[in-house]
């Protein structure tokens, strides 16, 4: 309902009923008990499903996620009464056609206000992951989060650590992918909550970084992430991708230098993401853009320095590298255009390279490793592996040497 008061083309509807759960399954030929205990059960109408639930109220939280028990209720009032915000406390009644607002959600919407239905410690005490709904709501729509509501976060935290990893990982990513990132990571900050999910980025605030950027590390990671494009897991490498900094300073203020900050704010990212429980895929992508992300192209590479460049990267990530060094770039704050020059020579070069080429790994060798072993004559085993990388790292120099005849001629050459 709040979705489609605003305007927005709702992403799903839920439906409150009177009738018992037993009923709604009599009432309709195909239906699921997915949540029957708790008086939900799915109906399948077609190609849709709908969730059907039943008036009711709830006990006590006492994992600090899910009532320990339900009651159904007679009325629709009571059943709102247990949302968790205002503009989620709104209904439509589709027999007469009238809009149920018991709590003054229609009123907050045109203010651009959460507000916790109720009580906020009560709300944030029944279900920890609300305060970090609020902070997605409030990120996503625009919206503030009403005084009483913000200042009851802080003392909900300790609800809010039983909630699981793999929870406030979805809503850390629904904030990051919708269109005011920084400012929804801000409000974690404002919360509390960053103190509880990503804790070491609080080590940038205040922490300057040197005459040549306008802001100290949170906030230049802000900045970043303001200027960036793309879905919610490409910025959060955005977020993290300068973590590291505070660990690795060192000089004067105005000079300071922080040297392989890249590499220690792989490992922390790496730290974060695992809490989080975060896929493979998505630690291996996270990770190398952090791990490649200071690049300041000479014209006077090599072409081998070019393509050993596009192989640590990955072809696959090559176009979320450009983009997170254009982020990096802008949000200095400071010789803006010709860090972006940089990039864009930066880029021709890889394309003219790759055109007269594709050899960026083993794979494209124009042999394999059963060749290797018939020319040294000895069996599987890592040597043939380690002729395979020395071969790779001939190619990238001289890939006018990659045909069967040069390379077959290399191998004993690199077998040491």
């Not at 100290?216 to 919610?232: I, Q, T």
């Not at 974060?272 to 014209?299: A, C, G, K």
């Not at 983009?323 to 803006?336: H, I, S």
Request: glycine content about 8%; some cysteine; aromatic content about 6%.
């Amino acid at each position: 309902m709040r979705d489609l008061l605003l305007g927005r083309k709702p992403g799903d509807w839920d439906v409150a009923t009177l009738a018992r759960p037993e009923e709604v399954c009599e009432e309709f030929e195909k239906t699921v008990p997915t949540g029957i205990a708790h008086g939900t059960v799915t109906v399948i109408l077609g190609g849709f499903s709908v969730e059907v639930t039943t008036f009711r109220g709830e006990g006590k939280y006492s994992d600090g996620r899910h009532p320990d028990g339900v009651v159904f209720l007679d009325s629709l009032t009571e059943d709102l009464k247990r949302r968790d915000f205002t503009v989620n406390a709104i209904a439509i009644d589709v027999a007469k056609k009238t809009i149920i607002d018991p709590f003054g959600g229609q009123r907050d919407l045109k203010r651009r206000l959460i507000r916790a239905v109720g009580d906020a410690r009560e709300r944030f005490n029944e279900d920890g992951l609300r305060p970090l709904r609020a902070v997605r709501l409030a990120s996503i729509l625009g919206f503030k989060i009403e005084k009483e509501t913000l200042a009851a976060i802080p003392a909900s935290l300790a609800i809010f650590r039983k909630v699981a990893p793999e929870r406030v990982r979805e809503e850390l990513l629904k904030i990051l992918g919708g269109p005011n990132p920084d400012r929804g990571v801000e409000l974690l900050r404002l919360s509390g909550l960053l103190t509880e999910i990503i804790p070491e980025l609080l080590e940038g605030i205040g922490f300057f970084q040197n005459r040549f950027h306008r802001f100290d590390v949170y906030r230049h990671a802000l900045e970043c992430l303001r200027h960036s494009r793309g879905d919610s897991v490409f910025r959060l490498a955005v977020l993290l991708h300068d973590i590291g900094k505070p660990r690795t300073a060192a000089g004067p203020e105005r000079e300071r230098t922080f040297y392989q900050h890249e590499r220690v704010s792989a490992e922390m990212a790496g730290a974060i993401l695992s809490r989080l429980r975060f896929s493979n895929e998505d630690r291996r992508r996270i990770v190398t853009l952090i791990q490649n992300h200071m690049v300041h192209y000479d014209p006077g590479w090599s072409d081998g320095a070019v393509r050993r460049l596009v192989r640590r990267i990955g072809l696959d990530l090559l176009d979320d590298a450009f983009r997170m060094q254009q982020a990096d770039v802008q949000g200095r704050g400071k010789l803006v255009e010709s860090g972006i020059s940089n990039l864009r020579r930066l880029r021709a070069r890889i394309r003219k390279v790759l055109k007269q080429d594709a050899v960026l790994k083993v794979t494209d060798l124009a042999i394999d490793g059963r060749k290797v072993m018939e020319i040294l004559k000895i069996q599987p085993g890592p040597v043939v592996g380690k002729v395979l990388d020395s071969l790779l790292e001939h190619v990238l120099d001289h890939p006018e040497d990659n045909t069967p005849e040069n390379l077959s001629r290399l191998v004993p050459i690199y077998h040491v």
